[in-house]
């Protein structure tokens, strides 16, 4: 591809280089490349199932003092798509000449008629009160709805869907509503802390950093007064760097009006960056929308606390294992315990000459499986259509490993491919225990374990033309492909993500009476 002069400095300001944009460009012309589905992880078979879980509590619980113990709150995410059925409603709604029923019937949007019913339990009521006309209490219901909705999204009113999703009220606790952002804290406290601080880091849009600092400088005390803890918060950007050209349909360079090049955010998968740039032994990772009400996290925070107990008892064994191999005094016997170890702990598929390896080749081959970045990541039932999930997936080389594949990477026209996604057992809710430094007590480099061919193309438009973008290898799915990888169910009262605004109507959401 040609680039002027100014288009190079232009990359060369994003932190990019030709090289890599070049491969970008033709990473988005060839197109992505379906996983190979070998079949899906299930109980048993790739998916553990915990029977003791006092065992791994009492593990974290002893373990967890010495580590430092950090939380990475992914929460850059706007929350427009959580209002796109009020949007909806909003552009379509002709309150002159139907009533509501009549526009549910008439455009199928039945989410609203959940919304309108409902107007009393959403936590927005407060702040939407505040602006709402005098003789709000004597409209109609259809009335009182319209109104509320106009409230909520306006842009000169609440301009919610324009918050970052962190920053919505997520919880009426009567004399506090409270966000997300904040409840993590409470989360944090229970089981991402040690001697009493926890650690808490949430990536966020460098355009919000205001609001969130404002927030934290409200709610940040109170809570370690109630919480017994301090909190150490940090927050991180996405980096330009990780920013990914955008091309025309016909593969040729999308411009903008005054002939720059568009470069786009490359999906959640740019957050490793961020990841990389943690210090921490242990990392909790879960996304900014998915917190209970204050009186179900003990069950959220054990769950948590299993998983991390989990992580810390096989990277104990992985590291005295490591620390044998290093002596270079290791016998055959103490080998193939390594490598049991690996199969039956780890989930490692060795290679099928292993048994027929030299005894150097075969002890430098399991320091090299021992030796990656672990997550333990949780895993819950399918109550519904199956979608991304656990897989059991074949790379290129024919090296068969656990891996989360979403969907889209999936070939559904194939028939054997769509037939391990229908026997797919469980889905991933996004809940890693991460493991990121080794037997030394040095920090991996993240960046080392990316299956770069696991990268999303997606189709946008973008001033009324189609261009096609890159999304980088998801931040836990092809961004961690080639770490060692532990699936365990985990309850699906631990899955409570908030997608939509109706959402927040669910029980876990909801302050009991």
Request: net charge negative; charged share 25%; aromatic share 10%.
């Amino acid at each position: 591809m040609n680039f002027s002069d100014r288009d190079q400095q232009q990359i060369k300001s994003n932190g990019l280089t030709l090289d890599k944009v070049n491969a970008q460009i033709e990473l988005i012309k060839t197109g992505m490349a379906f996983s190979n589905l070998k079949k899906a992880a299930t109980i048993g078979d790739g998916i553990l199932k915990v029977e003791n879980e006092s065992k791994y509590l009492e593990t974290f619980d002893a373990k967890s003092k010495s580590k430092a113990l950090v939380k990475f709150v992914p929460a850059s995410g706007a929350a427009s798509r959580m209002f796109k059925f009020l949007f909806a409603f909003i552009k379509d709604y002709d309150s002159k000449n139907e009533s509501l029923e009549g526009f549910i019937a008439r455009t199928d949007n039945k989410m609203i008629a959940k919304f309108s019913e409902n107007i009393q339990k959403l936590p927005f009521l407060k702040d939407v009160m505040g602006k709402a006309s005098k003789d709000f209490e004597s409209l109609s219901q259809d009335e009182k709805c319209l109104e509320f909705v106009k409230i909520m999204l306006g842009e000169d009113q609440l301009n919610y869907g324009f918050f970052p999703k962190g920053l919505l009220p997520f919880h009426n606790y009567g004399q506090h509503t409270s966000t997300a952002f904040e409840e993590h804290f409470y989360e944090g406290a229970l089981y991402a802390s040690s001697k009493g601080e926890a650690n808490l880091h949430f990536t966020i849009s460098e355009a919000h950093e205001e609001k969130f600092q404002k927030v934290l400088k409200a709610v940040k005390q109170p809570i370690e007064t109630e919480t017994n803890t301090k909190f150490n918060v940090s927050f991180s950007f996405q980096k330009s760097a990780t920013e990914t050209i955008a091309i025309k349909a016909d593969d040729t360079l999308y411009r903008e009006h005054d002939e720059s090049l568009l470069f786009r955010p490359s999906g959640h998968g740019a957050l490793l960056e961020n990841l990389n740039d943690l210090d921490g032994d242990v990392v909790f990772i879960k996304n900014i929308d998915n917190v209970v009400v204050k009186d179900q996290l003990e069950g959220v925070s054990n769950s948590k606390k299993i998983l991390a107990g989990i992580l810390l008892e096989v990277q104990e064994q992985a590291f005295k294992y490591l620390d044998l191999i290093n002596t270079g005094d290791i016998s055959e016997k103490e080998m193939l315990e390594i490598a049991k170890f690996l199969t039956q702990k780890m989930n490692v598929v060795l290679v099928e000459d292993f048994d027929d390896l030299a005894p150097t080749d075969k002890q430098n081959y399991l320091e090299t499986q021992l030796n990656k970045p672990i997550r333990v990541c949780g895993m819950v039932k399918n109550e519904g259509e199956p979608g991304g999930g656990p897989f059991w997936v074949e790379d290129e080389k024919g090296t068969v490993s656990l891996q989360i594949v979403e969907s889209a990477q999936i070939d559904t026209s194939n028939k054997e491919q769509s037939e391990i996604l229908s026997n797919a057992t469980h889905f991933n809710p996004v809940d890693l225990v991460c493991g990121i430094k080794n037997h030394k007590g040095e920090k991996f480099n993240l960046l080392e374990y990316v299956d770069h061919k696991t990268a999303f193309i997606t189709m946008k438009s973008k001033n009324g033309v189609d261009i096609k973008a890159l999304e980088l290898p998801g931040l836990w799915n092809g961004s961690m492909a080639f770490w060692n990888t532990i699936f365990v169910e985990v309850p699906l009262s631990t899955f409570n993500p908030v997608k939509t605004a109706n959402d927040l109507l669910k029980p876990a959401h909801q302050i009991k009476a």
